[in-house]
């Protein structure tokens, strides 16, 4: 495993710091947020120290999104009235503030708890959308 000594979330994975642990797989590890926005919040983290979602190889993101889905329908997401946020911050300045990588998969219980988020839509020309498309486009074919 490619862990980091002096890592929080490094520390959990291998048991020297306790958590409630809600899921694991080989690549990720799955456990209640200490500060919950709502009943329920838990983090999922790759078995591989990386601050960020493009640091970590693909292998581990893959169990990301099965163990999320897990979670929600543990805690009721089968049902029509049970909303959930699924979050993962990469930054400072994006609210990240545990320096490796975590997805957050958080309750909504009500419009005041669980997530709650700005969100500062503009509105760009159509010659301004094609200008982002061309060069997203340009640097994924240049990625593969
Ligand atoms: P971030 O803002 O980095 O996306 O979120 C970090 C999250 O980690 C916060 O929701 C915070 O409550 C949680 N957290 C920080 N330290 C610990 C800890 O020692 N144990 C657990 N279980 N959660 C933690
Ligand atoms: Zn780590």
């Known amino acids: 495993m490619a862990l980091n000594a002096s890592c929080l979330f490094c520390k ?7 958590s409630y ?3 694991e797989t080989a690549k990720v590890y799955a ?8 009943e ?18 693909d ?11 897990k979670i929600a329908l543990a805690f009721g997401a089968g049902s029509d009235d049970v ?3 699924i ?11 545990v320096m490796h990588v975590h997805y957050h998969v958080i309750p909504k219980p009500t419009a005041e708890s669980g997530l709650v988020i700005g969100w500062p839509q503009t509105a760009p020309s159509q010659d301004d959308l094609k200008a ?8 994924l074919e240049g990625s593969e």
């Open 12 to 18: 959990i994975i291998k048991g020297e710091i306790p």
């Open 21 to 23: 642990k809600v899921y």
């Open 31 to 38: 456990f209640l947020d200490i500060n919950p926005l709502a």
């Open 40 to 57: 329920g919040h838990t983090l999922i983290i790759p078995k591989y120290h990386g601050e960020r979602t493009h640091d970590i190889p």
């Open 59 to 69: 292998e581990y993101l893959a169990d990301v999104a099965p163990v999320a889905k």
């Open 83 to 85: 909303e959930y946020n």
């Open 87 to 97: 979050l993962q911050n990469n930054g400072t300045l994006a609210h990240q503030v």
């Open 132 to 139: 982002v498309h061309a060069k997203l486009i340009k640097n």
